[in-house]
Each structure stands twice: as C-alpha cells, then as structure tokens.
C-alpha cells in the first residue's frame, strides 16, 4: 500500500484547517493528514486578538442563526480544550463601548437579548464596577456587556487544537508546502508537496489568504485577503479579571471598532483599519510571511489609541510587538464550507471573515460533516461554497462587491 495515501488530505493549519482535521478524526475518519508550509497556528492564526463571543448579536446584518450557532458551540469547545492545554482562557465577558452617540448606533446592535438573553446594557456609572475598576467609563456614552463571551490566546488555541487531533492520531506535516493539485480529468485526487505528492480521497483546502494560491488558477475562491495587526506591549501588569473591551467611535472614519484585552499581563490593542494597507494584498501576490506589512496601519491604530491612553496608560508605550494577518472576506461576509462542484474530490474551508477563531471550531465541525456525508449540526447552507457560480474571478471583484456592500463596523 502506497504510504502516502490517506483518506483526507487537509492543508492548512490554521483555527479553520485543525478544526476541521480534529473533526474528521472525531468522527472516524481513520487516516487524515493535516499538512501545513510552516506549522500550525503559524498563519493569520497566530495574529488573533482572541475574542470569542456571540458576535451574531450585531456584527453582520446578513448573519442568522448558523452563525450564532457556530458561535455558541466554539464558546463550549474553548471552555473543554482550556481543560486540556494551556490557551490563556479566560471567561470573561465583552464589553462594547461607545464613545458617544453617534458610535452608540454601532454599539446598540449587540444587546441582542433575543439572541443572546444575558446582554445587559451599562451607563457610564456602571463601568468601572463592570471592568473591576480598570476603566473610569464616566466620560462614555454607553455599552453592552456580553457575559458570555470568552478570550484566549488564538495563536495557543490553533496549536491546540492540531495537537487533539495528533493525539486522536490524526498525522501533522508540518513545513510541507503543497505546490499543486494532483488530478485525475477534473477529480482532484491528491496534492504535491515540495516533499513529494500526497495521495487522498479527499482534499480539503484550508490555506486563510494562501488558499487561492493552492488552487492555483483551477478554481477561485471568492475571498479577498485584508490586512489586519495587533500591537501587544511589554508585560505592565495588567490585571486579568475585567472583559475584553470595544470601543465604537475612535477610528478615522468612526466606524471601526477598537479592541483592548489584556493579554498575559499586558495590553493587547488593535483596530480595523479603513485605509492602506489594508488593501494591500488585493492585487499582490500573498507574501510567504506577513512580517513586511507596512506599517501604516499600525499608526491609525496608534492615533486611535492615543483618545484612550489618559484611562490606559499602557497604550501610551513604544515598546510593543506586532503581528499582522490577512482575514478573508467574502462578497456576503459569510463563510465558504463544502465540495467545489466543479471539482470532484475538493472540499474548502475559509472566507472566515474576519472571526475564524470565533467561528473555526463550529465551522471545522460542519466541514468533517460535509465531507464525511453527515447532516452538518447547523443549517449549513448559507455557507455553500458554490454560491456565487462564477460570478467573481479575482481579488479585486470580491473587494469591489464587498465594498459596494459595506456598511459601519465592515473593515474586517
Ligand atoms: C489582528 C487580528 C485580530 C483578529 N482577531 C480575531 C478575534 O478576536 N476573533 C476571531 O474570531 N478572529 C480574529 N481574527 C481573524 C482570525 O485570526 C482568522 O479568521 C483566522 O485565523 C483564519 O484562520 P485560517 O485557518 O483561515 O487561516 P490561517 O491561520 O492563515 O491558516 C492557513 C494556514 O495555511 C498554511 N498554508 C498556506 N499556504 C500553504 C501551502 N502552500 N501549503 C501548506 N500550508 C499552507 C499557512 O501556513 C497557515 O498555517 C483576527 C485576525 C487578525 C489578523
């Protein structure tokens, strides 16, 4: 028997590419793959902020109850891998802050009570006793909290999750860059790799940006790669009991919505940028590493930040690390899971959107389900990879449609 045959091949080990690996092994797929050009949680995974809530409630006009669902199930898969490997969990809730009220219409959309019955609203007041005296919230206008909701380290939590599936025996090649499709007529039947072709009954490609480049021009996925940084600083001691917190009203054009956690005893703060660079990968090639983004974005951050730095000093710090990623956004900002019809054998698992380590356990889970021909544990079809037909063809299409689409707080 040839040795490198298996049952499913899964590139990319991203939070979307081990979920779905740990999935199918969960399942009884006896012989997955897991193959990845560096390792796992090394791509746009490793640049998470971490946050893990019912973002259903507000976040998308066009997200419904798969992706609450999704959501709900992440939450309780978190809280179990916490149980096994260190990935700085913490339940402690979100809050959405708005600077006034203009940025309160982007912040009154989360207390959702429907959807996410322990959403309380919070006055000014309220704040410090909600942050365990780490913010002064008099000067605010208003916010929600979400006690619910969780953070992690996502970098830790995509490592994580390879390793499950490692000890579930599922196989991890790491530094195996996969070069191409292997097909037989349309059928796609296994992958080359710079270290000799991988054979599979089943591929399923989970490359975040890099997807479209393993297809290499067989077929398109509509997504567009945005770039997206966080800054973290230096360890100050910053106590981790209150919620990781938004800010609504602080970007350049108002809508995009500033995060603050805390992060191993120090400030992790970042922002969706509105202007360059992230578009910066919409008619470049994706660069191997995204350690040469510039850093344009990171002074928008800055300037943002800067309004908050008098209630969190440590924003104010030059000393800080940054990592940078590139979400992937599709047309209707939902995700792309399940067989591409044109080609037999592929499956796909991306347009994350900006929220796959929110999603990616949900999301790997209704993929092992596609793939292995089980009834998916949510309603799966807003996510039908084929939905669009052939109706975009490159970057740009996507970020064209995208941006005809966007509304506030749609940068990410
Ligand atoms: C600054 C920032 C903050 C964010 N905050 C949050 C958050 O708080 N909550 C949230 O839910 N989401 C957040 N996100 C989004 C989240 O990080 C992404 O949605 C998620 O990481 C995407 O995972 P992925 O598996 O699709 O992609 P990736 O993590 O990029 O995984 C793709 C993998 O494919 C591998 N690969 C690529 N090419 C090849 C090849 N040729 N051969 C083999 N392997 C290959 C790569 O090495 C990589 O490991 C944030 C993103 C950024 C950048």
Redesign the pocket.
């Known amino acids: 028997m040839n040795t490198d045959q298996s049952d499913v091949i899964v590139?990319?080990?991203?939070?979307?590419?081990a979920s779905t690996a740990l999935h199918l092994v969960k399942a009884g797929v006896e012989n997955v793959v897991l193959?990845?050009?560096?390792g796992p949680g090394?791509?746009?995974?490793k640049?998470?902020?971490?946050?893990?809530g019912p973002l259903a409630a507000g976040w998308d006009a066009g997200w419904g109850r798969s992706e609450l669902d999704v959501e709900y199930f992440s939450i309780d898969f978190y809280s179990d891998l916490a149980t096994r490997h260190d990935i700085d969990f913490r339940h402690s809730g979100h809050l959405y802050i708005a600077r006034d009220a203009d940025a309160w219409k982007h912040v009154a959309k989360f207390h959702d009570t429907d959807t996410v019955p322990d959403s309380q609203l919070v006055e000014p007041d309220e704040i410090r006793a909600v942050t365990k005296g780490f913010l002064d919230g008099s000067s605010f206008h208003r916010a929600v909290f979400q006690p619910s909701a969780v953070q992690l380290s996502?970098g830790k939590a995509?490592r994580a999750i390879a390793a499950e599936f490692a000890t579930l025996g599922g196989r991890v090649e790491s530094r195996r860059?996969?070069t191409g499709l292997i097909k037989i007529g349309n059928a796609v039947t296994g992958v080359e790799t710079e270290h000799g072709p991988l054979y599979a009954d089943k591929v399923v490609v989970?490359?975040?940006?890099?997807s479209n480049?393993?297809l290499g021009g067989d077929y398109f996925l509509p997504q567009v790669p945005l770039v997206?940084?966080?800054m973290i600083t230096e360890p100050l001691n910053v106590p981790a009991n209150f919620p990781a917190l938004n800010f609504a009203g602080y970007s350049d054009d108002g809508s995009g919505l500033l995060w603050v956690r805390e992060d191993c005893g120090r400030l992790n703060w970042?922002m969706s940028y509105p202007d360059y660079p992230r578009d910066d990968l919409v008619d470049n090639p994706i660069p191997d590493r995204f350690d040469d983004i510039r850093l344009d974005g990171i002074f928008q951050v800055r300037r943002a930040s800067q309004s908050l730095t008098h209630l969190m000093p440590g924003l104010a710090t030059d000393k800080f690390w940054v990592a940078?990623?590139a979400?992937c956004l599709t047309p209707d900002r939902r995700a792309l899971i399940g067989p591409i019809d044109e080609r037999p054998g592929l499956y796909v698992v991306?347009g994350?959107n900006?929220?796959?380590?929110?999603?990616?356990p949900g999301w790997g889970k209704v993929a092992a389900e596609i793939v292995t021909g089980a009834t998916p544990f949510v309603d799966a079809r807003p996510w039908n990879a084929n939905r669009f037909g052939g109706l975009y063809s490159t970057n740009r299409d996507v970020f064209l449609a995208l941006s005809a689409r966007s509304g506030p707080m749609t940068h990410v």
Do not use: Y
């Open positions: 590139v990319g080990a991203g939070a979307l590419g193959v990845d050009k560096d090394s791509g746009t995974s640049a998470g902020a971490g946050f893990v996502a995509a860059p996969v989970a490359g975040g940006s890099w480049t393993i997206l940084s966080r970042g940078h990623g979400p991306g994350c900006g929220v796959g380590i929110q999603h990616g």
